[in-house]
């Protein structure tokens, strides 16, 4: 197995076929095809289905090409980290952040990072569990901070509590049912839900009846939720560490609504027996200071 064999299928399936993959990486098609054959044959699986339309991969190819990119992420990590273990000013830090990680956390956090890493890339995903999770377990990331539910569990990654934030409910200063008291007193909406009921909406939205009797937009974008929660007069859940960055600029204010909300804890994901490069590292004990700086855990 050769790094080029597996650059070369990222390419394919990036290109969709032989030809404008073998020009990107500067080979003749005929090599590249000879350099695929001799891969499915070491593997014993066929990688790539071929037609007069392109090529597209397999179902064990899929599982190849992701095998693939996480080798070449690690791959190029590991030249990153011998470039900063020298001291030179290389490489590029990758990691997810929860909008409070991005809004709260990162701003102050990257000022001080660069003092030490001035020329050092850094790449910020806006992603939420699990889609967060996901690019961590693939090698696009490094790290990724943001809500994990307590019942998470891999193996693979390691997930350490940061701090717990607690859910209250916001809407726009002008809504009639800003006053509100009790949810089951709240009128039918409209709801504006933080992402599926599978990820970030499962973890910021309590579960409460009210919920099933009523129409909900799920917003995958938090920009879009508080634009509309704004224009529509209507209500969400967000973090109260996150409420309080947006609130001024959104004009929200919370609904002062007494039954009990959820905790979530901001937690941070890394690779189980995967170092973080010395950038990396040096970015994390910034954003954790910044944690500090919100409160010890167990504070909102």
């Not at 974008?221 to 960055?245: P, Y």
């Not at 200071?289 to 855990?297: F, I």
Request: with cysteine.
């Amino acid at each position: 197995m050769q790094i080029i064999q597996l650059q070369a299928i990222v390419e394919i399936e990036r290109a969709g076929s032989f030809r404008k993959a073998a020009l990107r990486l500067g080979r003749s098609q005929p090599s590249l095809t000879r350099l695929i054959l001799q891969f499915e044959e070491e593997l014993g699986l066929p990688i790539f289905d071929r037609s007069p339309t392109g090529v597209k991969l397999t179902d064990h190819g899929k599982r190849v090409h992701a095998r693939a990119l996480s080798v070449l992420a690690e791959v190029a990590r590991l030249e990153d980290e011998a470039d900063q273990l020298r001291m030179e000013q290389l490489g590029t830090v990758k990691l997810a952040l929860s909008p409070v990680g991005g809004t709260a956390l990162l701003p102050r956090a990257l000022a001080k990072f660069r003092r030490t890493w001035p020329l050092v890339d850094v790449e910020v995903f806006d992603s939420l569990y699990p889609d967060a999770i996901n690019l961590l377990r693939n090698g696009e990331i490094e790290m990724a901070i943001g809500p994990t539910p307590e019942s998470f569990s891999d193996p693979a990654i390691i997930v350490e509590k940061l701090i717990s934030m607690q859910i209250v409910l916001v809407t726009h200063k002008s809504n009639p049912g800003r006053d509100t008291r009790q949810l089951a007193d709240l009128p039918d909406g409209p709801w504006f839900i933080h992402g599926p009921d599978f990820g970030p909406g499962g973890l910021f939205a309590p579960n409460h009846d009210f919920l099933r009797s009523v129409s909900v937009t799920r917003c995958h974008s938090l920009t879009t939720l508080l634009a509309s929660v704004v224009e529509n007069r209507g209500f969400s859940f967000l973090s109260d560490g996150l409420f309080r960055q947006l609130a001024s600029r959104y004009d929200l204010v919370k609904v002062p609504v007494t039954d009990p909300l959820p905790q979530l804890n901001l937690s941070v994901a890394t690779k189980r027996q995967i170092f973080l490069t010395p950038a990396a590292k040096l970015l994390l004990a910034q954003l954790k200071r910044q944690v500090k700086a919100l409160g010890e855990p167990g504070a909102t």
